[in-house]
C-alpha cells in the first residue's frame, strides 16, 4: 500500500526516521531561578543587616501628641536625628499620648534612666522665644542624654524643653525665699547687671511656709558665688515709700517684664560656695546686703490714740537711727475699762546702738526689765510721728523725754492675758506732736467758742455807723476848703512866685548885685595880701613898730 502510494505522486519514496528520545537533566537548574535567588539573599542580608544595627525602642508618654506623626517625626539631639517616631497611641486611661520612637543603635546611650524627652514646637517662655525652625520643618522629639547606669525603655516626656541640659557647663544652688515673686523658670539671674545664669525650677516648701528656687550659674561666672554671697529680686520695679519718702530702683528691662534675680557679696565673698549650696533669697537689695543686727528684741507698745499710717514694716528710729521695724499692729478690748487700746509690736537689733552699748550690756548684772526700767525712768518713751506729708507715712521714734510724766515701776515684764509666754517688754508712750497739736487746736476752739461775737458784731456795727458819719463830715468839710479856701491858696502861690522870679533876678550872674559883690570880694582878696606882706615884715623886724620903717639904703 506504501509503494502504489509513492509512486503515484511521482517522488521516489523516502523513509522519515524515527525521532530520538534525549532524557532530561533535572539536576542541572536553569539560569531562570537565579534572580529570585539573589533577592532572596540581598533580602536576608539587608534584614540581618537591620537587625544587627537595629537601635533600641522606647516609649515616651507625653500629654498630648501635637504636631507629632508615625513615620515622619524625628527624634534629635543637637539637631541630629538618633531615631525615628514609629507609632502614637492613647494609653489605656487615655490621659497620655504613647509615643513609640525607634533610636538608632549609635543612640543606645539614651536609654539611661534618667534621659529626658520633649516636643520641640515654637514656644513663647520668660526664657525666650524657641522652636521657630519648626514652623517650616515641623516639630520633633529632642533628647537629653542620661547619665544613670540603669537603663529603661520607657520615659515620661517633659511639657516644656530644660533649661540646664546635660552638656551645660556651670553649678546648680538653692534658694529659699518667702514667696516666688514674679519668677519663673527660666527667668535670668544677673551679676552686675550682665547675665550668668537662669532659673532652673522652683518648688513649694513641704510646709508651705516659703518656696525653694534652684538656679543655675553658668561657667566661669560660678566662680563668684561665694558663702558670703547675698541673693535677692531683681523682678520688676523696686518702689519704696516709707518714712523717708518715694525710693524707686530698676534692673534691666528683662528682669522688669520677666523678673529675674541678682546677687553679690558684701565685701569679700569668701571661699567658693559647693553645688547645691543653700542661701536665703532677700525681698530687696538693701535688706540683702545689710550687716547682720544680731538678736532682735520684741517690745510692746499700748497707743490710747490713732495709729493711722502705721504699717507693719515702718521703722522704729532712735534720734535718726533706725533700730528696727514694726512688726504687727493690732485692736485690743479691755472689758473692765470698757475702751480700747492699739498694741504695736517692734521688732528692735539693740546691736545697732553700737559695740560699747552691747559690751555695757553684756557686764550689767540686771536683767533686761530693769535695764529697761532706768532708760524709762530718765524719760525714755515711744512716739509716732509723721515721716512724710506727701505719704501720710508715720513711724515710731524712740527718745529720753526729761519733762515727761513718771510711770509706775514694774510696767515692763510678763504680759498675763496677751502673750506670758514670750515675757514681752512693754515701753511707755507719750502723744504725737499732731495729737498735740489737735489737742491745742481743741482747746483754742473752746476757747473762742465762748467769744460774744454776736456782742462783738453789734458793737461793730455801731463803729461802723459812727465811721460813716464822720466819713460824710470829713468829706463836707473838704468840699468847703474847696470853695473857701482854695482861692486865697492860688493867690498866696502867685506871690510866692512872683517872689521867686525877683530872687532869681537878683542872682543872676549879670545882675548889679552879682557886680558889686565881685568888686568887693577882689578888694577883700588884696587887702589880705597887703596883710600878710606886713605880718611878715614884722615877724623879720619886730624893732619897727618902735623905730618905725628903715630906709632903704642908696
Known sequence: MSEEKTSETGNPAQAIPAPEKVPQRDWIPSLIWLVPILAAIIGISLAVKTWVQRGPEITIAFNSAERLEAGKTKVKYKDVEIGTVQSIMLSEDRSQVLVTALLKKEAKGFTAADSRFWVVRPRVAASGISGLSTLLSGAYIGADPGMSAETTDRFIGLESPPIITRDDSGTQYVLHAADLGSLDIGSPVYYRRIKVGQVAAFDLDDDGEGVTVRIFINHPYDKFVGINTRFWHASGFDMQIDAGGFTLNTQSLASVVLGGLSFQSPGNPGPPANENTAFVLAESKVEALKEA???????????????????????????????????????????ERQEFSMPVLLEIYPARLGRKFIEARQRSKHTPQQRLQFMIDRGLRAQLRTGNFLTGQIYVALDFFPKADPVKKGVPGNLAGRDASRGLLQLPVIPSSADEIQTQVSEIAGKLSKVPFDQIGDELRQTLKVLRQTLTSAGQLTEKLNNDVAPEIIIAMKDVQETLSAAERMLSEDAPLQQDLRQTLQELTRAAASLRILTDYLERHPESLIRGKREAKQ
Do not use: N
Open 293 to 335: 543686727d544680731g538678736e532682735a528684741e520684741i517690745i510692746l507698745l499700748d497707743f490710747k490714740q490713732s495709729v493711722r499710717g502705721l504699717t507693719p514694716g515702718a521703722e522704729v528710729s532712735f534720734r535718726g537711727l533706725q533700730l528696727g521695724h514694726v512688726k504687727s499692729v493690732g485692736v485690743e478690748y479691755d472689758p
